[in-house]
């Protein structure tokens, strides 16, 4: 059955489930730290998201295959395929989004997403009416299942593991394989029938046609394409006091940020502010937002208005902004060695030169590396003791 696919509708299918996967994985990463209504709109709508994209990967599959020119759709079993994809879509990310990520979780959504997915699949396939009857090869629906529960674990695990865009890219690719591989392998072992003319006979329902079909799925794309670029549509800065600041933190705080990202410190006020360092750093967990103590952190990274803070382990959300956590961390223990990144002198394990600038690596469970910018490589060296004998560190004017 898998013989005579259109190419051009193929590679669409795959595209559509990659693009409607990113955008739904991207608003699902934002649930964590989201309050109250909000968490709810940003679930509902990476549910809706990533069940239109599966759902109009299928159909776009079905149209891309060799099938009979009478055959049509049963219109309720097609609404039905789309109803246990938004379903098992919303409780799987409902599981590793707002409750404890724990393994057991992870394993249950994976297996709810992935059976839901190939569920979604063969009622729609068997919406399909025309003069032939559907058959099966076991094995091969045996192999399209452990292709989605498999794709599926792989795709959440990185999901829930770290929330920048290159991590939420990967598991948009692997969520989109396991819906394009689930579909064409199941189609490879599809095989279809001929009956004896049925012409004048009832198809048991409601049917639209292979037009009326790909008029929706034109529709749905556009929609999901619509989203993908709104996704990357730069949101503006916070200006404001963030919701999760600590009480008492002034404006002044956040206006280092209104500088650009290239701006190496906060203003004066918000530079005072770390005479008197934080102990503890908030971050975002499933139920709430949890703090760390700062002997913990190993680096901070920007990611927009927010921070991901490195415990040696694996990264975490924090509320605030780069210059605000460089302002209320001590400036003995911590550098800031590059315009998105603030490192903990005590924990880098190792220092070298790259191109202009430098690399750091950090120690704990999980080691990582972190970029040095050409006008703090000096600075850092003389903060490890590494500095030449007469060197100084740039002025701050200097720093990227």
């Known amino acids: 059955m898998f013989d005579g696919h259109n190419p051009y509708l193929v590679t669409l299918s795959l595209a559509v489930a990659i693009l409607g996967g990113y955008t739904g994985f991207s608003l699902a990463a934002r649930v964590r730290g989201a309050p109250g209504l909000t968490r709810r709109l940003l679930l509902g709508g990476a549910t809706v998201f990533i069940a239109v994209s599966i759902?109009?990967?299928?159909?776009?599959?079905?149209?891309?295959?060799p099938l009979p020119q009478a055959a049509g759709y049963l219109v309720l079993p097609t609404i039905v395929s789309f109803l246990i994809c938004?379903?098992?879509?919303?409780?799987?990310?409902?599981f590793v989004s707002v409750g404890e990520p724990s393994e057991g979780r992870v394993v249950a959504s994976a297996l709810l997403l992935?059976?839901?997915?190939?569920?979604?699949?063969?009622?729609?396939?068997?919406?399909?009416?025309?003069?032939?009857?559907?058959?099966?090869?076991?094995?091969?629906?045996?192999?399209?299942?452990?292709?989605?529960v498999g794709t599926a674990y792989g795709g959440l695990r990185i999901l829930i593991a770290r929330h920048d865009g290159r991590r939420l890219a990967l598991s948009a690719v692997a969520v989109g394989l396991a819906v394009s591989g689930m579909h064409y392998t199941a189609m490879y072992g599809m095989r279809l029938q001929p009956l004896a003319s049925l012409d004048g006979a009832d198809p048991g329902g409601l049917v639209a046609s292979t037009d009326v079909l790909a008029l929706i799925v034109a529709?749905?794309?556009?929609?999901?394409?619509?989203?993908?670029?709104?996704?990357?549509?730069?949101?503006?800065?916070?200006?404001?006091?963030?919701?999760?600041?600590?009480?008492?933190?002034?404006?002044?705080?956040?206006?280092?940020?209104?500088?650009?990202?290239?701006?190496?410190?906060?203003?004066?006020?918000?530079?005072?502010?770390?005479?008197?360092?934080?102990?503890?750093?908030?971050?975002?967990?499933?139920?709430?937002?949890?703090?760390?103590?700062?002997?913990?952190?190993?680096?901070?990274?920007?990611?927009a208005h927010y921070t991901l803070v490195h415990d040696g382990t694996r990264e975490r959300m924090c509320p605030w902004s780069i210059s605000t956590t460089e302002a209320r961390l001590d400036p003995a223990q911590f550098l800031r060695v590059h315009r998105s990144h603030i490192v903990a002198i005590p924990h880098v394990t190792l220092v070298r030169r790259a191109g202009d600038g430098g690399i750091v690596e950090l120690d704990g469970l999980a080691p990582h590396q972190v970029p040095v910018s050409r006008a703090r490589i000096a600075e850092l060296k003389t903060r490890l003791g590494l500095a030449r004998h007469g060197a100084r560190p740039q002025q701050a004017g200097n720093r990227s």
Request: hydrophobic fraction near 55%; glycine fraction near 10%.
């Open 219 to 303: 529709l749905l794309c556009f929609v999901i394409a619509a989203g993908f670029l709104l996704l990357l549509v730069p949101e503006p800065r916070q200006r404001g006091v963030h919701a999760f600041a600590p009480a008492g933190f002034s404006d002044a705080a956040f206006a280092a940020d209104a500088l650009g990202a290239g701006a190496a410190h906060p203003p004066d006020d918000a530079r005072r502010l770390s005479s008197s360092p934080v102990t503890r750093l908030p971050v975002e967990g499933p139920d709430g937002t949890h703090f760390i103590e700062v002997a913990e952190v190993r680096g901070v990274k920007a990611d």
């Open 86 to 94: 938004a379903l098992v879509v919303g409780v799987s990310l409902f």
């Open 114 to 148: 992935g059976a839901g997915i190939v569920s979604m699949h063969y009622v729609g396939i068997h919406g399909l009416a025309g003069d032939f009857a559907i058959e099966h090869d076991s094995v091969m629906v045996a192999f399209a299942a452990l292709i989605a």
């Open 55 to 65: 759902w109009t990967m299928h159909f776009i599959g079905m149209l891309a295959a």
